[in-house]
């Protein structure tokens, strides 16, 4: 549902105004408790049921947008509990990153097979004669399944001549690579953490808003306000999220409208990754010392490779993330600085919160989050006139952003540095099909590969943190890669730099 205008969506972006507004205001934050009726006024509900459940709702996103846990709901408190406390220049963590709001799961019915209106009652009844355990049988003229017998199989979806039977899926497990998506004693949604790598897939696939990750710019608005230096570090999905007067320049301004000392390009640590990572595959792979290389800059498909396939993971590249690698070529020059991360990647504030990332990566927040800071500041990008070009990135750092930009940026520098190197390559996005490309690997046909693995649909500018349609942006990455002066990644000047 990215790139919709959906009342979730409206429900989700007025959570982070209200509490980015909140934040730069100040004062008693116990002015919390108020902010509910705020976004859900009136006493005729407009979503659900009731006008107190809507607002029990938004209580608990906002709590989740200040970095807070959720409250059991036979555990009664105020919303306002530990505001004050969170009200610090420092992150606020406590697990699990994605939440399931109990009572705003519709408790949607798990996998089933359903026959529709579709059904013309043939004489033929196929259905019925395949169905292994006799689930299916015509009432009033038109199959009908007893879903107590039904085994799921879908054999009878596969033969009726009408296509009168469909499968469905819960849209957040359906939208879970990893099969995390279980149920509670009541029927409710619930995440299994083992299992969960935090893509954030199914927070943006859930209809009724029942899935929230907790957001860290209530904190990283404190620390903007105490006055610490705060440079963000922005993805290269950035572009177009913003609308069509939203340019790379303007945004970056406006960024520092909201009082951050400096905004840089991440794609310029994509392009120090693509050298080394080429360097890695060269020297180890070609070399026949490892069997392939997988990428490493998607935290989500690196976690789940590791997780399901261990005997893989010695060849997930050890290679900086993008984000990692610019935070610390900002820190080595400005050392006091606090870096902030602004993407469209969920996970990425799991893999901040690594105690080898911390010390680089203070704060992480997605495109959503920073688009109401900018509605809390009342921020305009049609008044912007002159602003500072942001041009610090080649076209391959910045095309990280798509599916299949990593293999293609790593590609090019193979052939810029070792000309007679021939490259084999294998990509795959979205959760699943990562997995089965893993499996083909483990199995021994992909020695010799370079593997990147993508686990959002498109790459990164298909993450939870997006705001507009998956071609758009993926065209408007393409615009972008076209601006830049440099195109491979070893012709980025900082690269001399490092080197040095």
Same mark, same amino acid.
């Not at 606020?92 to 009652?121: M, Q």
């Not at 904190?219 to 903007?224: F, N, R, V």
């Given at each position: 549902?990215?790139?919709?205008?959906?009342?979730?969506?409206?429900?989700?972006?007025?959570?982070? /105004?209200?509490?980015?507004?909140?934040?730069?205001?100040?004062?008693?934050? *116990?002015? @919390?408790?108020?902010?509910?009726?705020?976004?859900?006024?009136?006493?005729?509900?407009?979503?659900?049921?009731?006008?107190?459940?809507?607002?029990?709702?938004?209580?608990?996103?906002?709590?989740?947008?200040?970095?807070?846990? $959720?409250?059991?709901?036979?555990?009664?408190? &105020?919303?306002?509990?530990?505001?004050?406390?969170?009200?610090?220049?420092?992150?606020?963590? =406590?697990?699990?990153?994605?939440?399931?709001?109990?009572?705003?799961?519709?408790?949607?019915?798990? %996998?089933?097979?359903?026959?529709?209106?579709?059904?013309? +009652?043939?004489?033929?009844?196929?259905?019925?004669?395949?169905?292994?355990?006799?689930?299916?049988?015509?009432?009033?003229?038109?199959?009908?399944?007893?879903?107590?017998?039904?085994?799921?199989?879908?054999?009878?979806?596969?033969?009726?001549?009408?296509?009168?039977?469909?499968?469905?899926?819960? &849209?957040?497990?359906?939208?879970?690579?990893?099969?995390? @998506?279980?149920?509670?004693?009541?029927?409710?949604?619930?995440?299994?953490?083992?299992?969960?790598?935090?893509? +954030?897939?199914?927070?943006? *696939?859930?209809?009724?808003?029942?899935?929230?990750?907790?957001?860290?710019?209530?904190?990283?608005?404190?620390?903007?306000?105490?006055?610490?230096?705060?440079?963000?570090?922005?993805?290269?999905?950035?572009?177009?999220?913003?609308?069509?007067?939203?340019?790379?320049?303007?945004?970056?301004? /406006?960024?520092?409208?909201?009082?951050?000392?400096?905004?840089?390009?991440?794609?310029?640590?994509? =392009?120090?990754?693509?050298?080394?990572?080429?360097?890695?595959?060269?020297?180890?792979?070609?070399?026949?010392?490892?069997?392939?290389?997988? %990428?490493?800059?998607?935290?989500?498909?690196?976690?789940?490779?590791?997780?399901?396939?261990?005997?893989?993971?010695?060849?997930?590249?050890?290679?900086?993330?993008?984000?990692?690698?610019?935070?610390?070529?900002?820190?080595?020059?400005?050392?006091?600085?606090?870096?902030?991360?602004?993407?469209?990647?969920?996970?990425?504030?799991?893999?901040?919160?690594?105690?080898?990332?911390? *010390?680089?990566?203070?704060?992480?927040?997605?495109?959503?989050?920073?688009? +109401?800071?900018?509605?809390?500041?009342?921020?305009?990008?049609?008044?912007?006139?002159?602003?500072?070009?942001?041009?610090?990135?080649?076209?391959? +750092?910045?095309?990280?952003?798509?599916?299949?930009?990593?293999?293609?940026? @790593?590609?090019?520098?193979?052939?810029?540095?070792?000309? =007679?190197?021939?490259?084999?390559?294998?990509?795959?996005?979205? $959760?699943?099909?990562?997995?089965?490309?893993?499996?083909?690997?483990?199995?021994?046909?992909?020695?010799?590969?370079?593997?990147?693995?993508?686990?959002?649909?498109?790459?990164?500018?298909?993450?939870?943190? %997006?705001?507009? &349609?998956?071609?758009?942006?993926?065209?408007?990455?393409? *615009?972008?890669?076209?601006?830049?002066?440099?195109?491979?990644?070893?012709?980025?000047?900082?690269?001399?730099?490092?080197?040095?």
């Amino acid at each position: 549902m990215r790139g919709i205008y959906t009342p979730v969506t409206k429900i989700r972006r007025q959570v982070f /105004a209200e509490v980015a507004r909140m934040a730069y205001e100040g004062g008693d934050y *116990s002015r @919390i408790v108020e902010i509910p009726f705020k976004i859900i006024p009136g006493e005729v509900p407009t979503y659900r049921d009731s006008v107190f459940v809507e607002r029990a709702i938004v209580g608990e996103r906002l709590r989740l947008a200040i970095g807070l846990p $959720l409250y059991p709901a036979d555990n009664p408190a &105020p919303i306002s509990r530990g505001v004050e406390e969170s009200a610090i220049a420092k992150k606020v963590y =406590d697990p699990p990153l994605i939440n399931v709001i109990p009572f705003a799961c519709n408790k949607c019915e798990e %996998t089933s097979y359903l026959v529709t209106n579709n059904c013309r +009652g043939c004489l033929a009844h196929p259905c019925i004669s395949v169905c292994p355990v006799k689930a299916i049988s015509m009432v009033n003229g038109r199959s009908v399944i007893d879903k107590t017998k039904c085994v799921k199989c879908g054999r009878c979806k596969e033969t009726c001549p009408y296509e009168a039977i469909v499968r469905y899926d819960r &849209p957040c497990s359906a939208a879970c690579g990893v099969d995390a @998506i279980e149920s509670d004693h009541l029927g409710r949604a619930k995440i299994n953490y083992e299992k969960c790598v935090s893509c +954030g897939m199914c927070l943006v *696939s859930c209809p009724f808003g029942a899935i929230a990750d907790k957001s860290q710019i209530f904190q990283l608005i404190h620390a903007i306000k105490e006055g610490d230096e705060v440079i963000g570090a922005i993805a290269p999905a950035f572009v177009g999220q913003f609308g069509p007067l939203a340019t790379p320049d303007k945004v970056k301004e /406006a960024i520092k409208r909201l009082g951050f000392a400096d905004v840089v390009e991440v794609a310029i640590g994509a =392009d120090i990754g693509a050298v080394e990572e080429a360097k890695h595959y060269v020297h180890k792979v070609v070399s026949g010392e490892e069997p392939f290389l997988a %990428t490493s800059c998607c935290p989500s498909w690196s976690v789940m490779a590791k997780n399901k396939f261990p005997e893989i993971a010695p060849y997930v590249s050890d290679a900086l993330t993008p984000m990692v690698a610019t935070a610390r070529i900002i820190k080595k020059d400005r050392p006091n600085a606090k870096i902030v991360f602004i993407g469209p990647c969920a996970a990425k504030k799991l893999e901040a919160s690594r105690r080898t990332v911390r *010390s680089d990566v203070d704060f992480v927040i997605t495109f959503e989050e920073l688009m +109401g800071m900018f509605v809390a500041k009342g921020i305009e990008f049609g008044e912007m006139e002159k602003v500072e070009k942001f041009d610090d990135a080649t076209a391959a +750092g910045r095309g990280y952003s798509v599916a299949g930009g990593v293999a293609d940026a @790593i590609a090019a520098c193979v052939k810029e540095m070792y000309p =007679d190197v021939e490259m084999q390559v294998d990509r795959a996005e979205g $959760l699943k099909n990562c997995a089965k490309m893993l499996m083909l690997a483990k199995a021994g046909k992909r020695d010799g590969y370079l593997m990147e693995g993508m686990a959002c649909p498109g790459g990164c500018v298909g993450g939870a943190g %997006t705001l507009m &349609p998956l071609n758009k942006a993926m065209a408007a990455v393409k *615009s972008f890669q076209n601006e830049a002066a440099e195109k491979i990644a070893t012709k980025n000047p900082l690269l001399e730099q490092e080197n040095k």
